[in-house]
């Protein structure tokens, strides 16, 4: 059974920086499209940005193009998001999650329920 891990997230000032790392446990992420969703406290979850399994296709919602970055390797099976010119509305919880093969990526890539393995969620706080 294939376990997500999320980490790095913490406290930032506006225009700071931060990356997230998603990796797994019991099966390797190489196969599976992924995507990082966040909850901002009193708002739904929301899709941010979505990563085929072969690493070559990438999304981004609009709010976040040019500042967040999605990147994989699978040899070190991680999956990375980063974000910079990090500003209070980014704060939220950020949550990794996982699909076996390409469908979820090409079908919606920012549905929540395409997406079948959940890490518990990395916490971004934004505030000066």
């Known amino acids: 059974q294939l376990q997500v891990v999320e980490s790095g997230g913490g406290s930032v000032q506006p225009g700071g920086s931060l990356t997230l790392s998603c990796t797994s446990t019991?099966?390797?992420?190489?196969?599976?499209?992924v995507a990082w969703f966040r909850q901002a406290p009193g708002k739904e979850r929301e899709g941010v940005s979505c990563?085929?399994?072969?690493?070559?296709?990438?999304e981004y919602i609009e709010a976040v193009k040019g500042r967040f970055t999605v990147s994989r390797d699978h040899a070190k099976n991680m999956v990375w998001l980063q974000m910079n010119n990090l500003g209070p509305e980014d704060t939220a919880v950020y949550y990794c999650?996982?699909?076996?093969?390409?469908?979820?990526?090409?079908?919606?890539?920012?549905?929540?329920?395409?997406?079948?393995?959940w890490g518990q969620g990395t916490e971004v706080t934004v505030s000066a």
């Open positions: 999650a996982a699909a076996p093969g390409d469908h979820a990526h090409y079908s919606g890539c920012y549905r929540s329920d395409k997406y079948d393995y």
């Open positions: 019991g099966r390797r992420l190489e196969y599976h499209a």
């Open positions: 990563i085929n399994a072969p690493g070559g296709s990438t």
